[in-house]
C-alpha cells in the first residue's frame, strides 16, 4: 500500500499516529514544480508556482510552521476564478487567517493598482468582489500578471522600421 498524508489535517491526527507507528514513512518536502496557472479574468492569470511559493513563503513565517503550507499537487490543474477561491482561497481563510484577522497575522490582504495602499478584507468581503479582491492579493504577494508579462515581452520583440535599417 501506498498512501499519501497531509500533516496538517488535524481530524485524521489519531490515524496519521497509528500509519506512522505501523509503516514506514517519508517526508516529501515541497519543491514547486507545478506549473498550473489561475486565470481570474480576461486580463489577468498568474502561474501556481509562483503564488505557491510566495503563499508558502508567508504561511511559513506566519505560523511559525511548515505544516499548513501548499503542496505541489494542492491543485492539479488549470483553474478558474471560481474554482481557485472555493479551493485555495477557502483554505488560507479557514485554516489560516480567519483566527488572525484584524491582527498583522492575516495576509488576506489587498493591494490597490493605483494608490498602491493595503486593506485587509475577510472570505466573505472578497466574495462580494471577487476579481478585485484576488487581484490585488496577487499584487500584495508580488505574483506577476502573466498577460502582462507576456504582452510587454510580444511589444519588445517588435522591430521598428529604426532598428531594421541598421
Not at 498512501?3 to 515541497?30: C, G, H
Not at 489561475?38 to 486580463?43: F, G, P, Y
Not at 513565517?61 to 491543485?75: A, H, L, P
Not at 478558474?80 to 490582504?109: A, P, S
Request: proline share 1%; charged share 35%; hydrophobic share 35%.
Amino acid at each position: 500500500i501506498i498512501a499519501t498524508m497531509n500533516t496538517s489535517d488535524q481530524s485524521l491526527f489519531p490515524m496519521d499516529s497509528a500509519f506512522k507507528r505501523r509503516w514506514e514513512w517519508e517526508y516529501v518536502r515541497i519543491e514547486n514544480k507545478t506549473d498550473f496557472e489561475i486565470e481570474v479574468d480576461a486580463t489577468h492569470k498568474y502561474n501556481w508556482k509562483d503564488f505557491q511559493k510566495a503563499v508558502n513563503d508567508i504561511i511559513k513565517v506566519k505560523t511559525n510552521s511548515e505544516d499548513k503550507q501548499m503542496g505541489d499537487y494542492f491543485i492539479k490543474k488549470n483553474v478558474t476564478l471560481n474554482e481557485f477561491v472555493n479551493k485555495v482561497m477557502f483554505y488560507l481563510w479557514n485554516d489560516i487567517c480567519k483566527e488572525n484577522y484584524h491582527t498583522e497575522d492575516n495576509f488576506f490582504r489587498t493591494e490597490d493598482e493605483s494608490t498602491k495602499e493595503e486593506t485587509e478584507f475577510s472570505f466573505g468581503e472578497m466574495m462580494a468582489d471577487k476579481v478585485n479582491k484576488i487581484n490585488g492579493f496577487m499584487r500584495k504577494l508580488k505574483v506577476k500578471n502573466l498577460i502582462e508579462t507576456s504582452e510587454s515581452t510580444d511589444a519588445s520583440d517588435v522591430s521598428t522600421p529604426e532598428s531594421s535599417a541598421e
